[in-house]
């Protein structure tokens, strides 16, 4: 028989329960010296983005591989391949999904950046260049931040970032 739960007997909310983002990163950004904390922002905003990277190169991967190397597979029968291939949506489902949270991350950066920039200034960083996907060479490259434009999809302004605004 159980007994009811008592004030003292209740679970208490520990240290280790799972932080929100926006918590995590508000933690992570008072953890850093005031005079330090744009650049370091700037460097979880392209973390972040380095994330995107792997995903979309993860996800161009899987696709590639479904469409031209599931026949190079030995033995592989008619419903093993359609297996083979709905398990690829799904993962490639999983990755969307990754990329979504990976952008929720950058806004979340962005805004805190935008709230710390002093009004009218133009702060230099010290991260000069940031990763993305290459669709075209089909691989992740460096891109130079000084160069607005050079990657289509790489946010070079990390103070204004809104994935749906339109161009």
Do not use: C
């Not at 983005?49 to 469409?67: F, G, M, N, Q």
């Not at 008619?78 to 799904?90: F, G, I, K, Q, S």
């Not at 999904?97 to 920039?117: H, P």
């Not at 702060?123 to 996907?133: C, I, L, M, S």
Request: aromatic share 8%; no cysteine; glycine share 4%.
């Amino acid at each position: 028989m159980s007994r009811p739960a008592t004030p003292s007997s209740r679970a208490m909310p520990t240290s280790q329960e799972p932080q929100t983002l926006a918590e995590s990163l508000k933690q992570y950004t008072e953890s850093v010296p005031e005079a330090d904390r744009l650049d370091a922002l700037h460097k979880l905003f392209y973390g972040f983005y380095s994330r995107i990277a792997i995903v979309d190169r993860t996800t161009y991967e899987l696709a590639r591989w479904a469409k031209e190397e599931l026949s190079d597979v030995e033995n592989l029968t008619p419903p093993m391949a359609e297996a083979l291939r709905d398990n690829a949506v799904h993962v490639g489902q999983d990755l969307f999904g990754a990329r979504m949270r990976a952008m929720a991350a950058l806004r979340l950066v962005s805004a805190q950046m935008a709230e710390l920039r002093p009004p009218g200034s133009n702060p230099a960083f010290t991260q000069r260049h940031a990763v993305a996907f290459d669709e075209a060479a089909g691989r992740i490259r460096t891109y130079d931040l000084a160069n607005p434009g050079e990657h289509p999809d790489l946010p070079y302004d990390p103070f204004a970032y809104d994935p749906a605004a339109e161009d």
